[in-house]
């Protein structure tokens, strides 16, 4: 095989060599390019690449750069994976097309009554705090089946769930955790994986990887 030409082909063939390792099909995981804090230059090679998936974490950082780009490539599908106000749900939800950090009842409501503001449905993912590690955000274990039932009832379309391992741990049982918690709650979705490890999330059933600096090198 030769050499890949660029990241994001390196990390294309990593998922689908994941992928045949755990006899899944390379259309079952979404590479999410993660373009935090990397100005539209850097991302319009992967546009033109013809990825069209990417991840922002701030609501204000991707009214600034998004807009623009859709013009030019009006089927780019943008995830909102970083923590969100409550006070920003009617931005996000005008916005983006899959929000990753759902995590709370206020925000729950807040996106909620958004949606309905704006007559548009958003999939959304309930965050998970798997490592019992208040300050990344995320739901309880224990509080997981009441929030997905407030989710539901607030007619917000869950399309699974999310976490971000702690990190310097090995992350397989965290994945594993939140394959589990999914599948208990007849959930299909699994965005977890990120640079470092996500061949390994891959292997535990991820659907959803966010990949930054692995695409765009190091943020400054
Ligand atoms: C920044 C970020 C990523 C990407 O991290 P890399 O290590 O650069 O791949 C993934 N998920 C979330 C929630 C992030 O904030």
Redesign the pocket.
């Known amino acids: 095989m030769e050499a890949p030409a660029t990241a994001l082909e390196e990390v294309e063939a990593n998922i689908a060599l994941a992928c045949k390792r755990a006899r899944r099909e390379t259309g079952e995981v979404t590479l999410i390019a993660?373009s935090?804090t990397h100005p539209p230059e850097a991302i319009e090679p992967l546009l033109q690449a013809g990825h069209r998936v990417f991840?922002e974490?701030r609501v204000q950082e991707a009214q600034g750069k998004w807009p623009a780009l859709r013009q030019r490539y009006p089927d780019v599908e943008l995830h909102l994976?970083?923590q969100l106000q409550s006070n920003k749900a009617d931005d996000a939800v005008a916005l983006f097309d899959c929000i990753?950090?759902v995590d709370r009842s206020s925000l729950v409501k807040a996106l909620g009554k958004a949606m309905d503001k704006a007559g548009r449905r958003v999939p959304c993912f309930v965050q998970v705090d798997v490592g019992e590690e208040e300050q990344k955000g995320g739901c309880a274990i224990a509080e997981l089946p009441d929030l997905l039932a407030q989710a539901r009832e607030a007619g917000i379309p869950v399309a699974g769930l999310m976490c971000?391992p702690p990190f310097d741990i090995e992350p397989a049982p965290f994945f594993a955790l939140l394959d589990r918690l999914a599948a208990d709650n007849g959930l299909t979705g699994r965005s977890m994986g990120?640079?470092?490890d996500y061949e390994t999330a891959i292997m535990l059933g991820a659907t959803h990887v966010?990949?930054?600096?692995?695409l765009f090198g190091q943020?400054g």
Do not use: E, P, Q
């Open positions: 993660v935090k991840g974490n994976i970083g990753h950090s971000i990120m640079s470092g966010r990949v930054g600096t692995a943020r």
